[in-house]
């Protein structure tokens, strides 16, 4: 049974990074954990490439260069995407009409908003390429936010600038005007709590675990779950080991599938179905016993079904729940301030 529904079920992973500058094609065999072969053979239907920048110093000559590496990758991910049966996305609809004609779905995404630098008209370039989301920070804190691990390779405080800054606000308000996501993971939680209240959106960390289960920097805690769930907001539970589980006594994590449905579960039990999905960080961390790759797919799903959850949950946790809230995104754009 679990086999028919993970045929039949929109399968999307929402957050895949791709090497930089090695420029590795997914339409051939690779050694990553994601490529187009291993998305067919473990049916999975859709994944959202990354254009991730790593945290510079801040400077503008940092910004121009962060910003000039997320348009190559933009690029790049677009450039790559073509091929027989396979579409680039970058709307809901064009999702579930790709999806209803059995073509694999590639969708688009930045990670850092450093790359921005102070220059709000990025935003709308990214979008125009296709990006459907930006993650505000990555590790270390940039110009719009804090996050929520400070770089240890440099001196930085715990908090620069208390949440959000006055450029991330703008960001956010311009993120809202375009109908791009804005995504909290790796942020600090009081930029998370901030950007829910600032965004008229709901917002989503796309990677991400509950602290309940493993205090983890990255991970949520209990009433940034509740604030998830009352802004209509979405967590999307990740496959990122030292998330899911304490390490052992090596100092390393390890997890299994059944680690992965045990944050679900709770996250489920916590704030509802509706604000819960799945997401891999295949190629930047993730990987866990039973999914380490994309041809492995099926084993979550499995795993889930297990634990009770039927066709039509398993549905939302998949691509459903995230769906409907890019929709809401979309909504807010289209109906402007």
């Excluded at 990074?17 to 859709?46: H, Q, S």
């Excluded at 590639?106 to 990670?111: D, R, S």
Aim: aromatic share 4%.
């Amino acid at each position: 049974m679990h086999a028919e529904i993970h045929a039949e079920t929109l399968t999307l992973d929402t957050h895949v990074d791709i090497p930089w500058p090695e420029m590795i094609d997914p339409r051939g065999v690779t050694g990553r954990n994601v490529d187009f072969a291993r998305m067919k053979a473990g049916g999975l239907k859709a994944v959202v490439f990354i254009a991730y920048t790593p945290q510079g110093p801040r400077t503008p000559e940092d910004h121009a260069e962060a910003g000039a590496r997320a348009e190559a990758m933009l690029r790049h991910i677009r450039d790559t995407a073509h091929g027989e049966g396979r579409r680039i996305v970058t709307r809901v609809a064009e999702l579930e009409a790709a999806h209803a004609e059995g073509a694999t779905s590639v969708l688009l995404a930045v990670e850092n908003g450093n790359a921005m630098g102070h220059d709000l008209s990025r935003l709308a370039l990214w979008r125009g390429l296709g990006a459907i989301y930006l993650t505000l920070t990555h590790d270390g804190h940039n110009d719009l936010a804090d996050a929520a691990r400070p770089r240890r390779d440099r001196p930085e405080p715990a908090t620069l600038h208390g949440g959000l800054s006055a450029l991330g606000r703008r960001a956010v308000e311009e993120m809202n005007r375009l109908g791009m996501l804005v995504d909290v993971s790796h942020a600090s939680k009081a930029s998370m709590m901030q950007a829910v209240e600032a965004s008229r959106a709901p917002i989503v960390a796309t990677h991400a675990c509950c602290a309940a289960l493993r205090a983890h920097p990255r991970n949520l805690d209990d009433e940034q779950l509740d604030a998830l769930r009352n802004s209509d907001g979405l967590i999307q539970i990740t496959a990122v080991p030292a998330f899911l589980r304490d390490p052992g006594p090596g100092g390393n994590s390890t997890a299994t599938v059944d680690d992965i449905a045990d944050h679900v579960d709770h996250a489920v039990r916590r704030i509802g179905i509706a604000h819960v999905g799945l997401s891999s960080d295949f190629d930047g961390g993730g990987g866990v016993t039973g999914w380490m790759h994309a041809g492995e797919t099926g084993a979550l799903t499995e795993a889930l079904h297990r634990r009770g959850y039927d066709r039509e949950a398993i549905g939302l946790l998949w691509a459903g729940n995230f769906l409907r809230v890019w929709r809401r995104a979309e909504r807010v754009a289209a109906e402007g301030f």
